[in-house]
């Protein structure tokens, strides 16, 4: 009996001495977390009425929020009677560790901060990085994601992003769509290219400047070999990559000029 007397005294001692404070942990954690979340919602709101680029957004807002976060759970600690000295002392440390063992990840922090800095690309971009071509999706953090045009979803570390090679495909606002189309040797050079040409500037989605362009780019073994260049919108480049291709073989057989192909030839032997 004097050992549960014993006991529920401790206990309400306990209670007079930490309660207070446990409860005005818990009050700071919720008050704080509700302010947060306001100011990143008015955070958002100055950006979206500034026109911060969409990338330099979603980056900001998470840095903030983070920050914020962790400012508020050393507050709190601070409260419930830990010494926030020793605490930030105890977090260097840990940092440390943790930074030697994530140096990658580090890198790749670094790597979205001169993403978001320099502006290689945007979001909405057709850009080419690490042997991926694709759609910019998002710029988080530590990677980038992007959408295929098989539609996969493509997520490259920021790391690798910030120190390869990139190209751009929408920065200039047009792309050129390569391809070749041969005829034979025997067929007149300057009505293939008439009739090549018509292809281009009938297709609607071909851009006028600059004016497409039908050329002799080699003189192959058994054809002659035009390079067919028209030029288009990033976002219109497979259609018109594919309406060129098969607009050029319908074309070319209806003004009766031959597209050679490798012949195999039969050999019968008499019995």
């Given at each position: ?6 006991w529920l005294n401790k206990g309400i001692d306990f209670i ?15 008050i704080g977390s509700f302010i947060i979340k306001k100011l ?69 922090f670094a790597g979205g901060v001169l993403l978001i800095i ?154």
């Amino acid at each position: 009996m004097e050992d549960a007397q014993v006991w529920l005294n401790k206990g309400i001692d306990f209670i007079v001495e930490f309660g207070p404070k446990i409860l005005g942990a818990i009050l700071l954690y919720i008050i704080g977390s509700f302010i947060i979340k306001k100011l990143v919602g008015v955070l958002r709101k100055v950006m979206l009425k500034k026109d911060y680029d969409e990338a330099l957004q979603k980056f900001l807002l998470n840095l903030v929020t983070w920050a914020l976060k962790v400012f508020l759970i050393i507050t709190v600690i601070g409260i419930l009677g830990v010494p926030t000295a020793s605490f930030a002392a105890v977090i260097a440390a840990a940092g440390l560790a943790i930074g030697l063992a994530l140096q990658g990840s580090l890198a790749n922090f670094a790597g979205g901060v001169l993403l978001i800095i320099f502006k290689p690309f945007k979001i909405g971009d057709l850009v080419e990085a690490q042997g991926v071509t694709g759609v910019v999706k998002e710029i988080e953090i530590f990677t980038t994601k992007l959408t295929t045009p098989d539609n996969k979803l493509a997520i490259i570390p920021n790391g690798a992003m910030g120190n390869g090679n990139i190209v751009n495909y929408t920065a200039e606002g047009k792309i050129r769509v390569d391809t070749m189309v041969g005829i034979g040797y025997g067929e007149d050079i300057k009505k293939a290219k008439d009739v090549l040409l018509e292809v281009l500037t009938s297709n609607p989605k071909v851009l006028k400047d600059p004016a497409p362009s039908v050329n002799v780019a080699n003189l192959g073994d058994s054809s002659v070999d035009l390079a067919v260049r028209p030029f288009c919108k990033p976002e219109d480049y497979w259609d018109v990559f594919f309406a060129t291709v098969e607009g050029s073989k319908l074309a070319l057989d209806n003004a009766n000029i031959e597209i050679p192909y490798p012949h195999s030839v039969e050999i019968h032997k008499e019995a």
